[in-house]
């Protein structure tokens, strides 16, 4: 590492803004997107920050050394550059119940946001809260007995789960007569604002019939579609940042030039000017989720598949061979076709651009965790609407068939017809018993097969990149 002891350390310059919204799941996607968007808010002024971890005491401790700022570091395919961040006012650790319950009761704090990961809500397979959670039943318990007794909020034992904790919260705003909350999910969570808004209505409606009846009014959960590809740090990141601007960061983060933030719903108390620096309010979230899930993730899992059957490591260096190209290509024409006003072709070349960006690496045996499960998401609805419109749904088929065939995926593959019915009917029985379907994943397996013993190898990107920590996209892969 480089020698950085005679550095000047990075601090606040002038006066904090004030506290006005609060932030859980304190991470490297958080301080790169939405804590990004609110410093660069041409009224970023009136919109500080107080930002929860998840259980790490070290960010915060690191976070707080410096005023809350630090620098973000865009890593462009040829050359980075460097940026102070400075939305972030206080970093607190999650577990620090009294804390979180006193920043979001106060008056002035009119916002919330969520970056927790999509099982970090405790949501079943039908996007309902799962009751047969195990931390979701122990929160329940707590919550119960201390509404039911008019407990102070700031002396609970531990809570297990985000959304416990929120709904805790919640009421000290309701008893001290707060104002209304907008509450943000920012994970990859399809339908995120509606499936949140009945998590915390369920929880409350087991706990504490007034609190029920007040998140009515109390709060509105809005809707959003987050995309900026976020590597964890490493050492070599505060290296980076001295050698390049003389100044000791504890706390950088790297990220992509790239960055989206799609949102839809009310703000009744107030907002940053966040449009001001390139996020975008609609009417209507589901298709811009529809784009970013079945197109840049869908693409992801069609290279964590074939990339790996053809011996890459990396999406930088899968993009670019003509095998995996060719599949994803194909996936997108199909996903377009149900994707009307939402930018299509412009952001299908933003893609490629970021996929083949040599310098933030996108390891593939990270995005094929969970194989079935994305598949599920990103895939098979595209192939859906291809056949009920009258078509083979080919480029679909060829993903299936890839996903089948990878051995990096979450179970192993039976060979023969029988275990590719009955994988695909682990996707989607109509597709299982669509000939048409099963023909087209027949062939696709055929040909990828045929591909894969042409011993391709790994490409240039793949052999050029030194290993390095793994990313999350959108918060997560």
């Not at 039943?137 to 904790?165: K, M, N, Q, T």
């Not at 505060?238 to 989206?260: C, I, K, Y």
């Not at 933003?350 to 598949?375: C, G, S, W, Y």
């Amino acid at each position: 590492m480089t020698d950085i002891a005679r550095g000047v350390q990075l601090r606040r310059c002038g006066a904090p803004p004030p506290i006005r919204m609060v932030h859980v799941g304190l991470g490297a996607f958080h301080r790169s997107h939405q804590a990004w968007y609110t410093a660069r808010a041409a009224d970023s002024a009136h919109w500080g920050i107080a930002a929860f971890t998840g259980q790490s005491l070290d960010v915060a401790e690191r976070l707080n050394a410096q005023g809350g700022v630090y620098t973000l570091i865009v890593r462009g395919s040829a050359a980075d550059s460097f940026e102070t961040v400075d939305s972030i006012v206080a970093a607190y650790p999650g577990v620090d119940i009294a804390a979180f319950v006193a920043v979001l009761g106060s008056h002035d704090v009119v916002v919330l946001t969520l970056t927790i990961t999509e099982a970090a809500y405790h949501l079943d397979a039908e996007g309902v809260l799962d009751l047969d959670d195990p931390h979701v039943c122990h929160d329940l318990a707590i919550l119960r007995a201390v509404f039911a007794e008019g407990s102070a909020l700031d002396e609970v034992p531990p809570l297990r789960s985000a959304l416990a904790r929120v709904l805790l919260a919640l009421e000290g705003r309701r008893r001290s007569g707060a104002p209304p909350l907008a509450i943000i999910p920012c994970d990859n969570l399809p339908h995120n604002g509606y499936l949140v808004g009945q998590a915390l209505a369920s929880l409350a409606e087991m706990t504490s019939a007034p609190l029920r009846v007040w998140l009515e009014t109390g709060i509105s959960v809005v809707s959003t579609s987050v995309d900026r590809i976020t590597p964890r740090m490493s050492p070599e990141d505060s290296d980076e940042v001295f050698v390049e601007t003389g100044v000791v960061d504890l706390a950088p983060v790297v990220t992509e030039e790239f960055s989206d933030w799609v949102l839809a719903g009310d703000f009744p108390s107030g907002r940053p000017a966040w449009e001001t620096a390139g996020a975008r309010f609609v009417a209507d979230i589901a298709p811009w989720e529809a784009r970013k899930l079945w197109m840049l993730n869908g693409a992801h899992s069609v290279l964590a598949a074939l990339g790996t059957l053809r011996g890459h490591a990396l999406v930088s260096g899968a993009i670019d061979d003509p095998v995996c190209r060719e599949v994803v290509d194909a996936l997108w024409q199909e996903a377009a076709r149900h994707l009307p006003d939402v930018e299509v072709t412009h952001y299908a070349a933003e893609l490629i651009a970021r996929f083949r960006n040599p310098r933030i690496e996108h390891r593939l045996v990270q995005i094929a965790t969970d194989a079935t499960t994305k598949m599920r998401l990103r895939i098979v609805p595209v192939a859906l609407r291809e056949r009920a419109a009258g078509r083979p749904a080919e480029g679909c088929a060829a993903a299936v068939a890839a996903w089948w065939l990878s051995d990096t995926g979450d179970a192993p593959r039976e060979g023969g017809s029988n275990g590719l019915d009955r994988a695909v009917a682990c996707l989607d029985t109509g597709l299982a018993h669509d000939p048409t379907f099963m023909a087209a994943v027949a062939a696709a397996v055929d040909r990828i097969r045929r591909a894969v013993a042409a011993e391709a190898s790994p490409g240039e990107a793949d052999r050029a990149r030194r290993p390095q920590n793994s990313t999350t996209l959108g918060g997560r892969s």
